[in-house]
């Protein structure tokens, strides 16, 4: 219900007119009784209105109070939640579609799948144990184990795979390209940023100094660090660039060697890196090593190469159902957990004296799955995620 209303300050003078807007619960974003006031904005009005909504015993939001308060009145579970968060994170058109998912509960609904059908199989294995006097035949347990590793495990473990890729949509990746003077880290950079953003010179020892852009690769997010020129220099601030890029390398994600290949002696495949580039193709004069992607940074030849090369690196992996992907540490933390519980019963599933460890170990499973969604003795977990948010939201 909206009104247009004005608001008063203690002595009745008019602060502002706007609307007020009236959610009755439980259709507020809270599902509780929700008043919305829209004013005309402007930071000296705003703050006399909240001013005088402190004066008539209003409180500031904690970080995340009214998502919180959402989780608690049953609106949305804790997935749900913490991607209201990732939805405000997103760097990349790829990460809010993802995030989008997760809020409508896609990923929830998955969670909750794996959990009904953990009771389920919870409850064949606590029927034996109400009723031990019956023989049950070894082919009733490996119809469970079967169950187990199709409906329980296989999905379990998909999901895990997609961690590194989830995470990354969120988290981004660190890319250094390393390699001798004057080989096209600077070219590439440009290249890959799509714009003009480091100094491309032929002299040799240009880049001083870690020269960082940001950008995307298939919708992951990664700041890619174009380094000095790795040789032997007297120069001290040449030195430093030198030092400063293997520091930078050694902490990266992802490494990138670039070579030329009119110059054999920038070949140096010992060097540890986890993709390789040879650039300057069109000046080759040998044949070059299998591992070097073959690339003309200033024609724009492999370009596109590197990138996808980049991507796989990353954990950039095809995924039948993307809201299924895991984006959280905590996530995969709770799904390792239950995983680990699950495989531990399958160990004595076929013993009829450790059946209960069976059921005990399942069960552990199904509150390490809860906790994903905020079920169960969660109030710490909570805490946590709610101390990530932006205040108020």
């Given at each position: 219900?909206?009104?247009?209303?004005?608001?008063?300050?203690?002595?009745?003078?008019?602060?502002?007119?706007?609307l007020?807007?009236?959610?009755?619960?439980?259709?507020?974003?809270?599902?509780?009784?929700?008043?919305?006031?829209?004013?005309?904005?402007?930071?000296?009005?705003?703050?006399?209105?909240l001013?005088?909504?402190?004066?008539?015993?209003?409180?500031?939001?904690?970080?995340?109070?009214?998502?919180?308060?959402?989780?608690?009145?049953?609106?949305?579970?804790?997935a749900?939640?913490?991607?209201?968060?990732?939805?405000?994170?997103?760097?990349?058109?790829?990460?809010?579609?993802?995030?989008?998912?997760?809020?409508?509960?896609?990923?929830?609904?998955?969670?909750?799948?794996?959990?009904?059908?953990?009771?389920?199989?919870?409850?064949?294995?606590?029927?034996?144990?109400?009723?031990?006097?019956?023989?049950?035949?070894?082919?009733?347990?490996?119809?469970?184990?079967?169950?187990?590793?199709?409906?329980?495990?296989?999905?379990?473990?998909?999901?895990?795979?997609?961690?590194?890729?989830?995470?990354?949509?969120?988290?981004?990746?660190?890319?250094?390209?390393?390699?001798?003077?004057?080989?096209?880290?600077?070219?590439?950079?440009?290249a890959?940023?799509?714009?003009?953003?480091?100094?491309?010179?032929?002299?040799p020892?240009?880049?001083?100094?870690?020269?960082?852009?940001?950008?995307?690769?298939?919708g992951?997010?990664?700041?890619?660090?174009?380094?000095?020129?790795?040789?032997?220099?007297?120069?001290?601030?040449?030195?430093?660039?030198?030092?400063?890029?293997?520091?930078?390398?050694?902490?990266?994600?992802?490494?990138?060697?670039?070579?030329?290949a009119?110059?054999?002696?920038?070949?140096?495949?010992?060097?540890?890196?986890?993709?390789?580039?040879?650039?300057?193709?069109?000046?080759?004069?040998?044949?070059?090593?299998?591992?070097?992607?073959?690339?003309?940074?200033?024609?724009?030849?492999?370009?596109?190469?590197v990138?996808?090369?980049?991507?796989?690196?990353?954990?950039?992996?095809?995924?039948?159902?993307?809201?299924?992907?895991?984006?959280?540490?905590?996530?995969?933390?709770?799904?390792?957990?239950?995983?680990?519980?699950?495989?531990?019963?399958?160990?004595?599933?076929?013993?009829?004296?450790?059946?209960?460890?069976?059921?005990?170990?399942?069960r552990?499973?199904?509150?390490?799955?809860?906790?994903?969604?905020?079920?169960?003795?969660?109030?710490?977990?909570?805490?946590?995620?709610?101390?990530?948010?932006?205040?108020?939201?």
């Amino acid at each position: 219900m909206a009104t247009l209303t004005s608001w008063l300050d203690a002595g009745g003078d008019i602060l502002d007119q706007g609307l007020s807007l009236y959610f009755p619960a439980p259709y507020s974003y809270t599902g509780e009784h929700t008043v919305e006031l829209q004013g005309h904005g402007g930071p000296v009005i705003l703050r006399a209105l909240l001013d005088r909504l402190y004066q008539l015993g209003c409180k500031p939001a904690e970080p995340g109070e009214f998502t919180r308060r959402a989780v608690e009145n049953g609106k949305m579970d804790l997935a749900q939640a913490e991607a209201v968060a990732a939805c405000i994170d997103a760097a990349t058109i790829r990460a809010g579609k993802q995030a989008q998912r997760q809020l409508q509960g896609a990923f929830g609904q998955h969670i909750e799948l794996l959990m009904q059908q953990l009771t389920s199989l919870v409850a064949h294995v606590e029927a034996s144990l109400d009723f031990p006097e019956e023989e049950i035949p070894a082919l009733y347990f490996d119809q469970l184990a079967e169950k187990m590793q199709q409906q329980l495990i296989m999905p379990i473990r998909a999901m895990l795979d997609s961690a590194p890729l989830g995470e990354r949509l969120f988290d981004g990746a660190t890319v250094a390209i390393i390699g001798a003077p004057n080989v096209g880290k600077s070219s590439l950079l440009n290249a890959l940023a799509g714009r003009e953003r480091a100094i491309v010179s032929d002299i040799p020892g240009t880049t001083r100094d870690v020269l960082e852009v940001d950008f995307e690769i298939h919708g992951i997010p990664v700041r890619l660090a174009d380094t000095a020129g790795l040789r032997i220099s007297d120069d001290l601030i040449e030195q430093e660039g030198v030092r400063r890029a293997e520091l930078t390398a050694a902490h990266a994600d992802a490494t990138l060697f670039i070579a030329d290949a009119s110059r054999p002696e920038t070949w140096d495949c010992a060097i540890d890196a986890d993709i390789f580039m040879m650039n300057k193709m069109d000046l080759a004069h040998s044949n070059i090593p299998e591992r070097f992607i073959a690339a003309s940074v200033a024609d724009g030849v492999g370009v596109e190469e590197v990138k996808d090369a980049l991507a796989t690196t990353l954990g950039d992996i095809e995924i039948a159902d993307e809201s299924m992907m895991v984006t959280r540490e905590r996530h995969r933390q709770n799904l390792l957990e239950a995983l680990s519980c699950v495989e531990a019963g399958m160990h004595t599933l076929h013993s009829e004296e450790k059946l209960e460890i069976t059921a005990m170990q399942w069960r552990h499973a199904w509150s390490a799955l809860g906790g994903i969604l905020g079920i169960g003795d969660v109030e710490h977990i909570l805490d946590r995620v709610f101390s990530e948010f932006c205040i108020g939201k």
